[in-house]
């Protein structure tokens, strides 16, 4: 295989790998917590969503239970939760970008905000493995756009 896998080829890879009784079970990691970075050419980016979508059906098709959660919704979703999606929406066209970075920082803090979202759906969802996802959307998520459903 060469260094840089096709789509299929990628696919094909990752199914084995987290369906495989070694990555289950954790095996040979030294109680270390297990995690596979999926890097992809950028240019792939949007087929990548579709992608990873077909690869979680796939994978619970064979009884692995996933648990798919996608930062970018998440930052949406606890705009909306704080009631303060539509503000941003309003002042965007109008407001520095710098100043827009800084209030998303503040108001989707990682440790006050996402880190507890992520919680509370591990805790939820009965799961074997997470794919997270969403996580170079941009520095400055892409407020006017809507997030992927």
Do not use: W
């Not at 094909?12 to 297990?34: A, I």
């Amino acid at each position: 295989m060469s260094d840089v896998m096709t789509p299929k080829e990628r696919s094909e890879h990752l199914f084995r790998v987290v369906t495989s009784e070694r990555f289950l079970t954790k095996q040979g990691l030294g109680n270390e917590v297990p995690f596979f970075i999926c890097p992809y050419p950028a240019q792939e980016g949007l087929s990548m969503v579709e992608d990873r979508k077909a690869l979680v059906t796939r994978i619970e098709h064979a009884g692995v239970k996933v648990l798919d959660l996608n930062l970018y919704d998440l930052a949406f979703d606890i705009l909306r939760d704080r009631g303060i999606l539509d503000e941003i929406l309003d002042i965007e066209a109008e407001t520095d970008k710098g100043e827009i970075k800084e209030l998303l920082q503040s108001v989707l803090d990682p440790q006050a905000h996402l880190i507890p979202r992520i919680g509370d759906a591990i805790a939820a969802t009965p799961h074997d493995v997470i794919f997270l996802s969403g996580v170079g959307e941009g520095t400055v998520p892409k407020v006017g756009v809507k997030p992927h459903v």
